[in-house]
T-cell receptor, first 113, second 114 residues
Framework: EAQVTQNPRYLITVTGKKLTVTCSQNMNHEYMSWYRQDPGLGLRQIYYSMNVEVTDKGDVPEGYKVSRKEKRNFPLILESPSPNQTSLYFC????????????FGQGTRLTVV | ELKVEQNPLFLSMQEGKNYTIYCNYSTTSDRLYWYRQDPGKSLESLFVLLSNGAVKQEGRLMASLDTKARLSTLHITAAVHDLSATYFCAVDPSLSGSARQLTFGSGTQLTVLP
């Protein structure tokens, strides 16, 4: 089954404690992205990757890092989380073929206290 | 900066009625996507609109795209309770497309009342 898998689904952490949210896709997609969803703001892109070792900033990259060492994986790293990064995070993947949509993971609800 | 505006943001409608959700965007793009999100769930793709004049229909939902007016509509026909969800439109203005840099509207929270 084609899917984008994120882990963990829920995470509560303390300010300043480094964390990583993993994302993996099994569709051999070239493009992967991270979004955060906040009430009233829709989804905003944090980072995206066009292929292995190629990443670029989205609209709200501050406080986040990403890496793409393998085509299927695109982890999101928060080196020093702060309460304003409390949000619902989604990973997405899409193909270079522009006729298809982006596929989203199940989401990771992060709370930073 | 690309802006995507949906309206209404909240919509309550009676079962059996028709209504339209509007999505306006501020820059040239011929690719627009509609997604559905149920509470606590991920985003489910509804429609991919790839050219001016594109129209797609699935069940009681029909989406259209007018790239000249920078407007997409999602029309709901004879609403049923199962359509209650939040609907998002999203635009990808990048030249290569591929849904890699989506800018989303704020979403329309639809509640269908019996």
């Amino acid at each position: 089954e084609a899917q984008v898998t994120q882990n963990p689904r829920y995470l509560i952490t303390v300010t300043g404690k480094k964390l990583t949210v993993t994302c993996s896709q099994n569709m051999n997609h070239e493009y992967m992205s991270w979004y955060r969803q906040d009430p009233g703001l829709g989804l905003r892109q944090i980072y995206y990757s066009m292929n292995v070792e190629v990443t670029d900033k989205g609209d709200v990259p501050e406080g986040y890092k990403v890496s793409r060492k393998e085509k299927r994986n695109f982890p999101l790293i928060l080196e020093s989380p702060s309460p304003n990064q409390t949000s619902l995070y989604f990973c997405a993947s899409s193909s270079w073929d522009s006729v298809t949509e982006a596929f989203f993971g199940q989401g990771t609800r992060l709370t930073v206290v | 900066e690309l802006k995507v505006e949906q309206n209404p943001l909240f919509l309550s409608m009676q079962e059996g009625k028709n209504y339209t959700i509007y999505c306006n965007y501020s820059t040239t793009s011929d690719r627009l996507y509609w997604y559905r999100q149920d509470p606590g769930k991920s985003l489910e793709s509804l429609f991919v609109l790839l050219s001016n004049g594109a129209v797609k229909q699935e069940g009681r939902l029909m989406a259209s795209l007018d790239t000249k007016a920078r407007l997409s509509t999602l029309h709901i026909t004879a609403a049923v309770h199962d359509l209650s969800a939040t609907y998002f439109c999203a635009v990808d203005p990048s030249l290569s497309g591929s849904a890699r840099q989506l800018t989303f509207g704020s979403g329309t929270q639809l509640t269908v009342l019996p």
